[in-house]
């Protein structure tokens, strides 16, 4: 039995819903809206999974079908600006965004028009306003399909290595994981490319995005060594050169966020200035908000 596709929710509708501080239903933004074979550009709606973009694209083709994304939808790869499957950042794919501003004006932003909001929105956790559409450069979804990494679905600490420092901050974490008596459990790295294009860029250079599985033992008490240790991990890839990724909220404490995001207080200050009736917050928000400016916000548009 086929399911039954909702009705596509419109830029017209989504103006109103900002407007009026409305909810509406996110998931109707799942359209490819048009193919643009001779520019080389695709424009889906925000909600848009990465799956359907590679069969409307390159139909019958299992290796396209069997690409791995870090985020699910084009909307959510871009608000976070997560590296993609060839390692490069999400906005690196990207020719332009069209958005809803919290006011309820529709915006189209690239790298020649409107260049200050797009790189505010690329990687600004959706607190700028409602991705309606992305156009995408369909060469370059091309080659990060040709390019693409494995991925093995894991879980734990990713942190941000240079990659001729990957040896020694190995070893340094192997030896804290022993003070602690928190063996890790696996390690997994992956190359990722510098992002010239976001406000917060992650990306500041090439990294080694390596990620720490820790065993954690089921004891009281082990939740907090862990953080603890966490901490400890991340002091040494700063010692290393190295950061976290801005997506993340991890256990970092007020000095480790300012050391790998000096440029995020500025970033919060964008967000009042742009939304100051702050329609558009959520965890990520209220977290660094919290954690950099001792100032709790009321819960409105939760996302």
Known sequence: MTATRSIPLSALELSAAMRAALPYDASRLDRVLRVDEHHGLVEVQAATEWKTIAASLRPGDPRAAAVRTTMRTVGDSVAANTAGPDGRPAISHVESITLVMPGGELRRVSRTANRELFALVAGGQGLFGALYSVTLDIGSLSRAVNEAAAEPATTGQMLLVPPEALESFLADA??????????????????????????????????AAVTLQLAEPRVLGAAVRATQLRRELLDAAIAHGGSFPAWCIPDATQAQVEACYP????????????????????????????????????VRWAN
């Open 174 to 207: 192997r030896g804290r994981c022993d003070e602690w008596r928190m063996p890790l459990q696996g390690v997994q790295v992956r190359r990722t490319y510098e992002d010239k294009d976001s406000f917060l860029r992650w990306a500041q250079r090439e990294y």
């Open 263 to 298: 440029q995020l207080r500025a970033f919060l200050a964008e967000k009042r200035r742009v939304d100051p009736g702050e329609k558009l917050t959520n965890a990520w928000y209220r977290h660094y908000r919290e954690l950099l400016l001792g100032e709790k916000c009321e």
